[in-house]
């Protein structure tokens, strides 16, 4: 596991509209007669996965703020992190910037891309 983990401050996971690529493991190619071939590339693979979450303070917002910018190092270091498909906690980094929406007086959304590492 990553010696970052996931700020307590934080919402352990994502409230809502979570989804998880499987990474391709194999290849496929095609042959001059009959079916195509397909073999294993290799046996684990990362997942892409892209969330949501609600942050409800500016205590919250500056939080994620500061663990983005500072903490992963503007998103190069993987972090501990609850897998929001399955609960587990797995390792993850992000893929590019998160994107913060004002939702509220007090209130953010933000969505962004991480990747599940193997």
Known sequence: ??????????????????????AATSLETE?????????ALFTAGNRPTTSQMNLSSEL???????????????????????????GTTQEFRFIGEPDIVRTGQSSWRVSMQTRRMP
Do not use: C, E
């Open 31 to 39: 042959t001059d007669s009959g079916p195509g071939k397909k073999r």
């Open 1 to 22: 596991m990553a010696s970052i983990t996931w700020p307590a401050g934080l919402p352990a996971a994502p409230m809502y509209q979570s989804r998880q690529k499987y």
């Open 60 to 86: 919250q917002r500056s939080t994620f703020d500061d663990f983005f910018h500072n903490t992963t190092a503007g998103g190069v270091l993987r972090f501990d992190y609850t897998d929001p498909i399955d």
